[in-house]
């Protein structure tokens, strides 16, 4: 356990991690807690090089581990960093399925991530009005006509639309930049509509 204390990792009780060696200094954001960290403890590949193939890094504040292999672009992180931010204040029916398709994306499941993407736009529609049991053509235009959307954001909602069908019908899988470019625009949905309008709305916030 005096290992453990020394690498900053006090949080695990009697229980931790046995062993830890002193390994090649890695800074990353935990796919765990979501914190920028550096680590140099945790577990090396190879009985003789440190900074081999990959490397298994034990978070400094969470003390769940990450395996990095790879540098730069080439780098490869498991678990992934959840895709944006954690958005406090989402609906039931909404914030488990956003933090769903968070953790997707960061698994690199980028179809997988379009689909649920299409699900949040239509719990949100649903949410905020819309009849239930509707296609999704049908949520798209209920949330650009009734201004949950800016106007100007049609031909962006056109194209999540194509992406969405295409997903769900073609049997190529989607790329990280489809994947992205639906889930900015999910989270600009969720926050114009739930996280800054409750900020604004917020008897401490019009107080002050």
Not at 10 to 20: A, C, F, I, R
Not at 69 to 87: F, W
Not at 89 to 106: C, D, K, M, Q, W
Not at 145 to 168: F, L, Q
Request: proline residues 4%; aromatic residues 12%; glycine residues 10%.
């Amino acid at each position: 356990m005096a290992k453990l204390i020394d690498a900053g990792i006090s949080n695990l009780g009697d229980w931790g991690w046995h062993n830890l060696e002193i390994i090649t200094p890695m800074d990353y954001v935990c796919g765990y807690c979501g914190n920028q960290v550096g680590s140099n403890r945790g577990y090396y590949i190879g009985p003789y090089v440190k900074n081999a193939a990959g490397n298994i890094y034990i978070c400094p504040r969470c003390s769940r581990p990450t395996y990095i292999e790879g540098m730069g672009q080439k780098m490869i992180v498991i678990p992934g960093t959840p895709y944006g931010e954690a958005i406090e204040g989402l609906p039931e029916t909404v914030g488990s399925i956003y933090n769903e398709a968070r953790n997707t994306f960061g698994t690199g499941a980028y179809t997988a991530t379009i689909l649920v993407s299409r699900k949040i736009l239509a719990n949100v529609a649903v949410y905020l009005g819309a009849k239930d049991g509707q296609n999704f053509t049908y949520y798209v235009d209920y949330l650009v006509d009734n201004g949950y959307v800016p106007a100007k954001s049609r031909e962006w909602i056109d194209a999540i639309r194509v992406e969405g069908n295409s997903a769900t019908h073609d049997v190529t899988s989607k790329n990280e930049e489809d994947a992205r470019r639906i889930m900015s625009f999910v989270q600009m949905l969720l926050l114009i509509n739930f996280k800054f309008n409750s900020d604004y709305q917020s008897p401490a916030k019009n107080e002050s």
